[in-house]
């Protein structure tokens, strides 16, 4: 009896972690906030509606700051609605809302504002960014599926 226990727990992880990985993407993207900024990091789309979504996820941003090379922790949120992003991200130098648009889930092209929240302003002013979701999955629900007429 314990055993058949045991396979059922092993086959229900299993199911779940495959539903995990068709709505994850990994990120890849480069931001100017002040200065240049290269981003790398996972995304989970949450939502099965073919338009609208809300995607989240943890990112790493490299940047040199005073000759010195600095990794630093991100999270973001963005809404996506019909192609439209709208969106918030937050590191330990920064809070930076964003707008944009989204092309299928695949690229996020997006403008906003870093807003400094440490004594050291390192990210401040008008934002630009480009980012390129590659999702793992063969048949990925990350990604928004044209629709034919």
């Not at 226990?5 to 086959?11: C, D, H, R």
């Not at 040199?64 to 330990?92: C, H, M, W």
């Not at 889930?105 to 440490?118: D, K």
């Amino acid at each position: 009896m314990k055993k058949f226990w045991m396979i059922i727990f092993l086959l229900s992880t299993w199911v779940v972690n495959a539903q995990i990985l068709e709505k994850t993407a990994i990120n890849l993207g480069y931001r100017y906030t002040g200065r240049n900024v290269l981003q790398a990091g996972l995304e989970f789309r949450i939502g099965d509606s073919s338009y609208k979504s809300l995607v989240l996820g943890p990112s790493m941003l490299y940047t040199r700051i005073n000759r010195e090379d600095k990794f630093l922790p991100e999270a973001n949120i963005y809404y996506t609605n019909n192609g439209q992003l709208y969106g918030v991200s937050i590191n330990q130098y920064a809070l930076e809302p964003r707008i944009g648009i989204s092309l299928f889930n695949i690229f996020f092209l997006n403008t906003g504002y870093a807003f400094p929240i440490h004594k050291e302003k390192y990210f401040k002013g008008i934002t630009f960014g480009i980012q390129f979701n590659i999702a793992p999955a063969k048949a990925s629900k990350f990604y928004d599926q044209m629709k034919m007429m």
